[in-house]
């Protein structure tokens, strides 16, 4: 968690990231953590997915914005 206060990446909570933080070691388990049920873990995919298409529509929009400067 960059901000280490239980938030997660973007303050969407916790396990949102990508495993990636001091907690998981890179493996996004941390140590002594259960496993996910399937339940938990096709939320924390579907909040994945959701942070992962917003921050493509920024780019988009961000690519459209420079694409029109030039002209």
């Known amino acids: 968690m960059p901000r280490f206060d239980g938030t997660g990446p973007m303050g969407y909570g916790p396990r949102t990231g990508l495993g990636r933080g001091f907690c998981g070691c890179g493996y996004g388990r941390g140590f002594g953590w259960r496993s996910l049920t399937s339940k938990e873990e096709?939320?924390?995919?579907?909040?994945?997915?959701?942070?992962?298409?917003?921050?493509?529509?920024?780019?988009?929009?961000?690519?459209?914005?420079?694409?029109?400067?030039?002209k």
């Open 42 to 70: 096709k939320e924390i995919l579907e909040d994945e997915t959701k942070i992962l298409q917003d921050e493509l529509k920024a780019i988009k929009e961000r690519l459209t914005e420079i694409e029109k400067t030039r």
